[in-house]
């Protein structure tokens, strides 16, 4: 069905700082990958099957219980994946059509999920967010998360989205640091942003760091701030924010380039 806008029009004609486009249909679709075992052959990164589905579960409510009773809760349940997790079994029309994708670490000699992430689509807006990471407790030591990572990475960049986002939670750091290591840009933070589990019957309401980083042309296509009405207050968070976020990318590019020379 066509929307017809017309005898519509903007509040306000933006775009004189940055690029406009015309309106199009827009497609983020998760891309297949290949991937080898690695660590002497007993592990290997693969999207979610099936056959995985009670393990990856299991995983989640002993790597990150905190989520029951809140919106992501259905990781917990193996009920509630099919229809809603990509599924490397179903592929072709999966990868269109679901929102989440599940990358997993399997260990081959056990076919158990020891460590996973997922990452979140919104098509619309040519964003995918990168949700959660999780590592079984007894694999925490083994490193596993660096091959997991670069897969989850290179799925979001072929994705065919232009903005990334993903938020941290506050009871560590270790997620923030892999963020501000690797030139992510602080968003803001939100206190209360998410319900969490805390044990028993109990709950509570979490902060999380959020961060953001453009791909492409996204940013050409971003208005700029000399074009931005910001209440006083909110002027000042931005300029707070502006000053770090340079900070973290001028280190971010510095230790890319230690690393290439």
């Known amino acids: 069905m066509t929307i017809n806008m017309q005898g519509s029009k903007p509040y306000k004609k933006m775009g004189r700082t940055c690029r406009t486009r015309a309106v199009s249909e827009k497609r983020v679709v998760w891309p297949r990958f290949v991937s080898q075992p ?111 990572r670069r897969m989850t990475r290179k799925i979001a960049y072929n994705s065919g989205a232009e903005y990334l986002t993903t938020f941290c939670e506050t009871w560590h750091d270790i997620t923030q640091y892999w963020c501000i290591k690797g030139g992510w840009k602080i968003a803001g933070i939100f206190p209360g942003n998410f319900v969490r589990w805390n044990g028993d019957n109990e709950e509570y309401r979490g902060c999380a760091v959020h961060f953001y980083r453009f791909i492409g042309a996204a940013e050409a296509h971003t208005t700029r701030p000399e074009e931005w009405h910001l209440a006083a207050p909110a002027k000042a968070v931005w300029d707070t924010l502006d000053r770090v976020n340079r900070e973290i990318e001028r280190a971010a590019k510095t230790s890319s380039e230690a690393i290439e020379g």
């Open 38 to 148: 690695f660590a002497e052959g007993r592990f290997q990164v693969r999207p979610l099957r099936r056959q995985l589905i009670d393990s990856a579960a299991a995983l989640w409510r002993i790597a990150y219980p905190e989520i029951y009773g809140s919106p992501h809760e259905f990781l917990l349940d193996p009920e509630r994946y099919e229809g809603c997790v990509a599924l490397e079994d179903n592929w072709d029309e999966d990868s269109l059509r679901r929102v989440y994708c599940m990358t997993v670490v399997e260990e081959l000699a056990t076919n158990q999920v020891v460590s996973a992430t997922l990452l979140t689509k919104f098509t619309k807006n040519l964003q995918v967010e990168y949700t959660f990471a999780a590592t079984h407790p007894d694999y925490r030591q083994s490193k596993l998360t660096d091959e997991l």
